[in-house]
């Protein structure tokens, strides 16, 4: 059994739970809101940085951040699931959940910057910066889509988080200009019942 820190709007903590669906084992998670803006004595013990996701695995040290658990729990039914083993296919699995990350790195630093800023000390360049990053990003993944159809792995999940973020805090605005990652969070969600199930409304 585990307990997996996280709070239901994380893209991060969506992650883990699209994959725990994948890999059979959602039921045996149970999750933890976590608040990290506030964040409380156990939590800074179990992740000093005060991040979330943390996996708090039963009888086991807790494990950060959202790479490392995925790994971990790849390697809890067997490995290569989520994974690859083959080296050409993990590099590009691992650099396309580094993309996803990236994204949605860029795009929760644009909400913090409103929300936890006070008006006069936010900065619109930084603001965009990030933005931009988000764009280019988008851009070469459009060029070159995931697909949905094969193995999914932490790169088609990390995707799939990324995208399910910009939908929740950016009004879906990126699907405009990007028919093929939209096509592929279709029939990402429509194979993986997990998507629906953490989705939350704004």
């Known amino acids: 059994m585990y307990q997996l820190r996280s709070s239901p709007a994380s893209p991060f903590g969506r992650k883990i739970k699209l994959a ?8 045996r998670i149970t999750i933890v809101q976590t608040d990290t803006v506030k964040p409380e004595g156990d939590f800074l ?3 000093p940085l005060g991040k979330i996701p943390v996996l708090i695995p039963e009888g086991e040290e807790a494990i950060f951040d959202s790479p490392v658990i ?6 809890s039914v067997g490995g290569g ?13 691992l650099k396309l959940q580094a993309l996803a990350d990236g994204i949605a790195d860029a795009a929760l630093l644009m909400v913090y910057e409103i929300r936890f800023r006070a ?28 697909s949905a159809s094969g193995v999914l792995t932490v790169g088609e999940i990390s995707v799939a988080a990324a995208l399910g973020y910009l939908d929740l ?4 605005d990126w699907r405009a200009n990007h028919p093929k990652l939209v096509a592929f969070l279709d ?11 953490t989705k939350i409304t704004p």
């Open 45 to 47: 013990q179990d992740n």
């Open 187 to 197: 029939a990402f969600a429509a194979r993986v019942p997990a998507f629906a199930a």
């Open 81 to 93: 699931k989520i994974i690859p083993a083959e080296p050409k296919a993990r590099i590009a699995s």
């Open 70 to 75: 995925l790994e971990y729990l790849d390697l």
């Open 20 to 27: 725990a669906g994948i890999l059979g084992l959602t039921d």
């Open 169 to 172: 805090r950016f009004n879906g």
């Open 119 to 146: 008006e006069n000390e936010r900065s619109e360049s930084w603001r965009a910066n990030q933005g931009h990053k988000v764009a280019r990003a988008l851009e070469v993944l459009e060029a070159n889509p995931p």
